[in-house]
Nanobody
């Protein structure tokens, strides 16, 4: 079972910033992504990055505000989500995900999930 460990969530005021981190398996090179689920809603795609870090994809709602990047130099490959200019509608549980290949960035390409971490943005 793949273990993905998220950290960095919390409470922030609108306009503020947070950085989420996700430590993945040791020395594996799969695409990684972030999804979110607001209360009572379905889980939605947020951002994804290929194994090399050269290709990224974002949901329209976060383009220009969120940045996904990764550090493959760490023993446990780590992916980050830098979230700036946060809005109350960004409030959700955020889930780290690992892809089934190094390249696929569609929502259906992700099959392993972290436990989720809460991000709350107050107005």
């Amino acid at each position: 079972q793949v273990q993905l460990v998220e950290s960095g969530g919390g409470l922030v005021q609108a306009g503020g910033s947070l950085r989420l981190s996700c430590a993945g398996p040791e020395r594996t090179f799969y695409a990684m992504g972030w999804f979110r689920q607001a209360s009572g809603e379905e889980r939605d795609f947020v951002a994804a990055i290929d194994w090399s870090g050269d290709t990224t994809r974002y949901a329209d709602s976060v383009k220009g505000r969120f940045t996904i990047y990764r550090d493959n130099a760490k023993i446990k490959n780590t992916v980050y989500l830098q979230m700036n200019s946060l809005k109350p509608e960004d409030t959700a549980a955020y889930y780290c995900a690992m892809g089934t290949s190094g390249w696929g960035l569609d929502s259906s390409d992700f099959a392993s999930w972290g436990q989720g971490i809460q991000v709350t943005v107050s107005s």
